[in-house]
């Protein structure tokens, strides 16, 4: 049923977001922060539920919160952890992220995996500093962590079996993993010697390498169920170039061009739902302020569209940053309301239908 529910929903917001560019087609919600002045959205499960961070009461401290439409935000930082940030969550409500633990007399960032049962759990390190980007329904956990002598970070992955392990790069010093799908596709970064390039990497196939739009460097940073890869490459030769665009990678088709919004400097989308929906954020050239910035959607029928243009007129929010969606087409991310910086929910409108 639920399914079903899921299917529709989204079928209704695809087929809206076409001519609609100026049309009230998402809701804004408001999460709110954890007493101060700003919060960020970083991930959204499939019940709507939101991880993310947010600055305390006395400004002293950024603790990971998780978001509920019943429960509102909740602090996840336990008593004797300085600073905490979430940064993904499964649709089991598992959540994870960095945490600044008290380590012999001194403070050490490390992972973390946190469930409503135990709490906050340090997943440990293979040196000294680790964080946990993504994790999927199965607990398995990927981030980056500090490995060996040369102090490179390096991608791991970490389940409840064999704890952390270094993935490895591709032939470089260094790399990170960015998020893993339900399947166990984990894809991030990689130094292949002088360039860094976007991977992918399976249990059976190990670490591909995904090549770039031309330039030296791409990231790949979101994975959907169906193996679609999002990301951002620079697209000039030569590393020093800032020319970049966003891309989807699939197994059939390899690294293909998404553009950027007209007349923006664009970082690279952040995720990208099962049903193709790519999120994203970009800024006008020149790119004078936080405030210029802008968050995008892009689907294959309408191109890259300005979030701001799709919901309500004199709703007061300003769409910055976007981080995440799910399979329902909500989004999160941080936008500008009242003077302050908060979390947000983006919730399709499906009202008209």
């Known amino acids: ?14 087929i809206s977001l076409a001519p609609l560019t100026q049309a009230q087609v998402f809701t804004v919600k408001d999460l709110g922060t954890l007493g101060g002045y700003y919060s960020f959205g970083t991930g959204v499960n499939v019940f709507g539920q939101v991880v993310g961070y947010s ?17 509102g935000m909740q602090d996840l930082n336990p008593t004797g952890v300085a600073q905490s940030m979430g940064f993904g969550i499964n649709n089991l409500g598992q959540v994870v992220g960095l945490a600044s633990y008290p380590i012999n007399s001194h403070t050490q960032s490390r992972a973390f995996l946190w469930t409503k049962s135990n709490g ?20 398995q956990v990927v981030g980056d962590t500090i490995a060996g002598q040369a102090g490179d970070l390096d991608p791991f992955l970490w389940t409840r079996s064999k704890g952390m392990q270094d993935l490895g790069t ?13 399947f166990g596709r984990v894809v991030g970064g990689s130094f292949t010697g002088a360039e860094f390039h976007a991977f992918s990497r399976t249990t059976r196939g190990g670490m591909k390498d995904l090549g770039t739009l031309g330039g030296c460097e791409s990231q790949a940073q979101g994975v959907n169920n169906a193996g679609q890869i999002v990301g951002g ?6 590393c020093a170039s800032t020319d970049r665009h966003a891309f ?17 400097s664009f970082g690279g989308p ?21 405030e210029s910035v802008h968050g995008y959607v892009w689907t294959r029928k309408t191109g890259w569209l300005d979030l701001n243009g799709l919901i309500a007129a004199d709703s007061g929010w300003v769409i910055e940053s976007v981080s995440a969606v799910n399979d329902l087409g909500q989004i999160t991310g941080q936008g500008y309301i009242n003077g302050q910086y908060h979390a947000f929910l983006l919730t399709p409108n499906l009202s008209r239908h």
């Open 233 to 238: 490459s620079n697209i000039v030769k030569g």
């Open 270 to 290: 952040g995720a990208i739902n099962f049903f193709g929906m790519v999120v994203g954020a970009a800024c006008p050239q020149p790119c004078l302020s936080q």
């Open 1 to 14: 049923m639920r399914r079903g529910i899921v299917l529709l929903s989204v079928l209704c917001l695809c």
């Open 248 to 264: 989807l990678w699939t197994e059939r088709t390899g690294m293909q061009d998404l553009g950027t919004p007209l007349g923006t």
């Open 55 to 71: 600055d305390t009461a006395d400004h002293s401290a950024v603790h990971a919160f998780l978001w509920t439409e019943r429960g």
């Open 120 to 139: 906050m759990r340090d997943l440990g390190t293979l040196g000294n500093y680790s964080v946990a980007h993504g994790i999927n329904t199965l607990g």
């Open 170 to 182: 591709l032939g470089g010093g260094g790399g990170s993993a960015a998020a893993i799908d339900e």
